[in-house]
């Protein structure tokens, strides 16, 4: 049996690159800017040569190398429309890959490779069923049922950032679409929120006074007592527990497990998110458990990692 | 190889029975009453006992029993809360089916059934990631994944018609909850909705004069081009346009196949609700596909019948 595999995370600025025994522990990893379309490719080729030759390890003792890639995948392969990097636009990145690499490659959506990852070896070890958010510039989401990632007919699964939570928004999000979770309880939206009930109120605010406002800022007043703060944070609770109490009416999770920059608010943001999640969910999916991802940015460097195990 | 297997649909006021062999014909079909509790599971017996006998099968040569039940089913055996049956509430029925039969026994959720039903031998042949919902007193929902049934951990996989569409919905909904798909797009729902357009205008409409309003009124007034009941069928649509569409961000399926007493307003009833789909639906999820069921009132037992092949 092949000892280790390769995770990469491909984001807007850099590729994360971790070498993994197939226990999960991490051996080495590597950072590589990102330039663009095939250049990308070849960078990760001889980033991961070098890691090899670094650790000692021949190519024969890995199982493959697992993509994350910021935007859907289908079939393991087909990156589909890619915001992020637009050469990787329609292209069958495993194809490309292989022309570079001996290794055998799969490739899946970020959110989906950071659930895998928290599920193998972070905030979900334990469960087979799982609903994994990653709240940051966007709403991402990974569903694994029965251990294994649902990738979705178009690469579109887990994309809970998008269910239209009200139509009457006035607003377009990135999508296109009206009322998606993802413009209030995206970073954007939270900030856009706390803009909206200051702009409707006179109530004094620490929030006021700062014109680069971030979720952190919002977050941390909140904790503080800041009333626009806190009423901002309900809004965000509200609409992304409805989103996840829609997610569970689908799928019905063991556990969510929530991620990404915004879940650093910890156990204060979990809290409001579970209050709102058992407003909105339906009889038994109300018992649904929660918890924070463990990971951190290195989950999709483990979830893509063990993409490629489970190949 | 086992040639036979049994699928037993039980509904609130009779249980629907089947023979089929294994490319999913059936042989024969028998039909008993509800008398709720163990009662149903000692009659269901003996009619199975019966029908093998007519048929000159041995029960060896039957693979097993597959049940649909109309409330949640936990990890194919433990029923949950029943509703309609009280006597079946938190209560094991494959141990206790076992204690009267020697065939193998699975159950799911009746939605959950007609699903498997449809992909098996319905519209959804051809198909293995698909959201089946069933439109009638309620809006049930079986989700099949890579060809197999999600249940869910607390065996609510599916129920699309509770995900909360409008929060602010001054009636409550039969789940307790507010603004349930259910609440606009079941047959309650439907009538509802007309009622409530018929008080807010004096515009004349044949539904006017029905006391005893149903959806078939409905639908087939709006088909002559009534105004009250072509906006009840718009209000109906969007309701379940957008609940799809949460529901495709979630497990991105194939295809959409709509059953149920309402789905027999047929192709005029189905280019609505894929209108409003398409309106809600998120990127390349707006090219799900959509059909027909098939198999009326049969679904279920051909779906329990899989899934008792499928064990």
Chains 1, 2 share one sequence.
């Not at 995770?7 to 600025?13: E, K, M, P, R």
């Not at 958010?133 to 649902?150: K, N």
């Not at 979720?215 to 626009?228: E, L, N, Q, R, S």
Request: a negative charge.
């Amino acid at each position: 049996m092949k000892k280790y595999v390769i995770g990469a995370d491909i984001g807007g600025q850099s590729v994360k690159l971790g070498l993994l025994d197939t226990s999960g522990n991490i051996i080495q990893t590597d950072s590589i800017k990102t330039i663009g379309g095939m250049g990308i490719l070849s960078d990760i080729n001889s980033a991961v040569d070098f890691i090899l030759k670094d650790c000692g390890i021949d190519a024969s003792d890995v199982k493959g190398i697992g993509f994350g890639i910021p935007g859907p995948v289908i079939g393991g392969q087909n990156v589909g429309v890619c915001v992020n990097i637009p050469d990787f636009d329609n292209f069958n990145l495993t194809e490309e890959f292989s022309k570079l690499s001996p290794l055998p490659v799969i490739a899946t959506n970020d959110a989906n490779a950071a659930a895998l990852g928290e599920m193998w070896v972070g905030g979900g070890v334990g469960y087979k069923n799982m609903i994994f958010v990653t709240l940051g510039t966007g709403v991402g989401a990974g569903i694994i049922i029965d251990g294994r990632l649902i990738n979705g007919a178009h690469g579109c699964a887990g994309e809970l950032g998008h269910i239209k939570l009200n139509p009457d928004e006035p607003e377009v999000c990135g999508c296109g679409g009206r009322g998606c979770t993802e413009q209030y309880s995206a970073a954007n939206g939270i900030v856009r929120t706390a803009r909206r009930i200051m702009a409707q109120s006179d109530a004094p605010s620490v929030l006021r006074i700062n014109e680069n406002l971030t979720p952190k800022h919002i977050f941390d007043a909140a904790k503080d007592g800041d009333g626009t703060a806190l009423e901002t944070v309900e809004v965000f609770a509200d609409c992304l527990g409805r989103a996840l109490a829609a997610g569970a009416c689908v799928c019905d999770p063991e556990i969510i497990v929530l991620g990404g920059g915004i879940s650093k608010s910890g156990e204060f943001m979990l809290d409001f998110v579970k209050k709102a999640y058992k407003k909105y969910a339906y009889l038994e999916t109300c018992k649904t458990e929660f918890a924070l991802a463990k990971l951190g940015n290195d989950a999709g460097i483990y979830g893509a990692a063990k993409l490629a195990l489970d190949m």
